[in-house]
C-alpha cells in the first residue's frame, strides 16, 4: 500500500516547488495553495514525495499517519 501524502494548506507559503517538481502529485488550487491531486499518491515513488517533504519551505507536506 502506498503511504498517503497531504498538504497542510494552512502552512503553505504559496512557492510552488512542489508542483513544479512532481506536478504528477502536486498542484495549487485557486487560492494558490497546494494540494494533492487525484490519484496523487500513487502517481511517484515514496522518494520522489519524501524529497519535496524535505525541501517544503513551509514545512508542510505530511506523510497520512
Ligand atoms: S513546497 Fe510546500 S510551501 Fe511550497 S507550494 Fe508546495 S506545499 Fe506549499
Not at 494540494?35 to 511517484?44: F, L, P, S, W
Not at 519524501?50 to 505530511?62: K, L, V
Request: glycine share 8%; aromatic share 6%; charged share 30%.
Amino acid at each position: 500500500m502506498p503511504k498517503d501524502v497531504y498538504v497542510d494548506q494552512d502552512e503553505c507559503t504559496s512557492c510552488g516547488q512542489c508542483a513544479d517538481n512532481l506536478p504528477e502529485v502536486f498542484a495549487m488550487d485557486d487560492d494558490d495553495l497546494a494540494y494533492v491531486v487525484d490519484g496523487g499518491n500513487t502517481a511517484a515513488g515514496e522518494d520522489a514525495i519524501q524529497e519535496e517533504i524535505d525541501q517544503c519551505p513551509g514545512e508542510c507536506i505530511h506523510w497520512k499517519e
